[in-house]
């Protein structure tokens, strides 16, 4: 025997939970834990984070379901608390996530300093060059970086990453 709440809409079920139905939530959480899991797995690797945020996710769903308003769709509000938790953790983990490009090298300081020359190369611009050599000869991370570029924290990760490309590029052979 099925759930008897499993023909009705999302905003209908959480109506439902909203005033005690239990039902209600298994039939919603059925229908969405595949894609909640699918939001997390996207954007995280450790399987053992992707399982604790799914369930706070869910914890914070239950627990906020009186906030609801049916006038707004239920996966859009379920996104939101995905994305909140998702945020939360990352900041509480102090973890950083870095979407690395095909552009970008992952090259040792020492092959840098054995092998390139970065004042010889004419297509990067002074604060590029600065901003490699802060980064690969001295080890600096971005927030030293920009303070002595003088510039912001995103913009040293610009100056960084733009440098690589016209590297890459140089030594390729490319032009840019």
Not at 44 to 73: A, G, M
Not at 86 to 111: C, G
Request: include cysteine.
């Amino acid at each position: 025997m099925g759930n008897p709440f499993s023909h009705l809409e999302d905003e209908k079920l959480m109506e439902l939970y909203k005033n005690g139905e239990n039902m209600a939530f298994e039939v919603i959480y059925l229908r969405h834990k595949d894609r909640v899991y699918s939001y997390l797995d996207k954007r995280l690797s450790d399987k053992n984070i992707i399982e604790d945020i799914f369930q706070s996710i869910f914890v914070k769903f239950h627990n906020s379901r009186h906030l609801y308003s049916s006038k707004h769709p239920l996966l859009k509000w379920i996104y939101t608390i995905c994305r909140s938790e998702l945020l939360d953790s990352i900041k509480k983990n102090k973890a950083m996530f870095v979407q690395l490009s095909e552009d970008q090298l992952s090259v040792e300081p020492t092959e840098l300093n054995d092998k390139i020359d970065l004042d010889s190369i004419k297509t990067l611009s002074e604060k590029e060059k600065q901003a490699l050599k802060l980064r690969y000869y001295s080890e600096e991370d971005f927030i030293e970086i920009s303070k002595a570029l003088n510039t912001s924290e995103a913009n040293s990760r610009k100056l960084v990453s733009r440098g690589i490309k016209k590297l890459k590029a140089k030594l390729l052979g490319e032009t840019t």
